[in-house]
């Protein structure tokens, strides 16, 4: 059997908190909190959600959805698990999650020199519409990315 089939995706919850915490720290060199995600579970325009793998929270997604906009706050996979497809499975059900939610558009930013991330959002549709300059720390550029949401005949 192909690895991703047993992969499945479905919204965050409160127990899930210390791996997905513990992925985040492993991720990015200025980790959102353990009470930043809570608050993304309880939040009523967000939408978390992990990829489990034999009942282990593998990856997770953090999106918002505002009217007819939606946006991909966070994305991280397990670092010893990347490269398998997991972010996109995780991609994949929030562009259709955002378009249950009514969202027109999804957007996200990304650090310029995260390719990884670049290559992984153009794989799903997304395309570049910007730049904010020097927009981390003062120092690096943020690519803006969108993705149109047709409407599904
Ligand atoms: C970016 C990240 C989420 C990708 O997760 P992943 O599960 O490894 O990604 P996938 O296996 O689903 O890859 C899907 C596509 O992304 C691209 N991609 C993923 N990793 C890549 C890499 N290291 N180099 C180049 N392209 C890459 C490829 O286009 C890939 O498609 P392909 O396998 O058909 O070529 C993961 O590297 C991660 O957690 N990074 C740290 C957190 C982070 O930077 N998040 C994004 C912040 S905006």
Redesign the pocket.
């Known amino acids: 059997m192909d690895a991703l089939t047993k992969i499945h995706v479905r919204p965050m919850i409160e127990q899930d908190l210390d791996v997905v915490a513990a992925i985040e720290q492993a991720?990015?060199a200025t980790p959102w909190s353990r009470e930043h995600f809570r608050d993304e579970i309880s939040a009523s325009y967000s939408w978390p959600l992990v990829a489990v793998d034999e009942g282990s929270v593998v990856?997770y997604l953090c999106l918002m959805c505002l009217f007819e906009e939606a946006q991909v706050l966070?994305?991280?996979?397990s670092p010893t698990l990347?490269?398998?497809?997991?972010?996109?499975?995780l991609l994949e059900r929030a562009v259709v999650l955002a378009r249950e939610k009514g969202a027109k558009r999804l957007l996200?930013e990304?650090?310029a020199s995260?390719?990884?991330?670049i290559?992984?959002y153009e794989?799903i549709g997304f395309g570049r519409t910007g730049i904010r300059s020097r927009y981390y720390d003062h120092t690096e550029d943020a690519v803006l990315m969108e993705k149109p949401l047709k409407e599904i005949p």
Do not use: E, H, K, W
């Not at 966070?74 to 996979?77: D, E, F, K, T, Y």
């Not at 995260?114 to 991330?117: L, P, R, V, W």
């Open positions: 991720s990015y990856g966070n994305v991280a996979v990347r490269g398998r497809g997991i972010a996109r499975l996200l990304v650090r995260n390719s990884a991330a290559s992984l794989r």
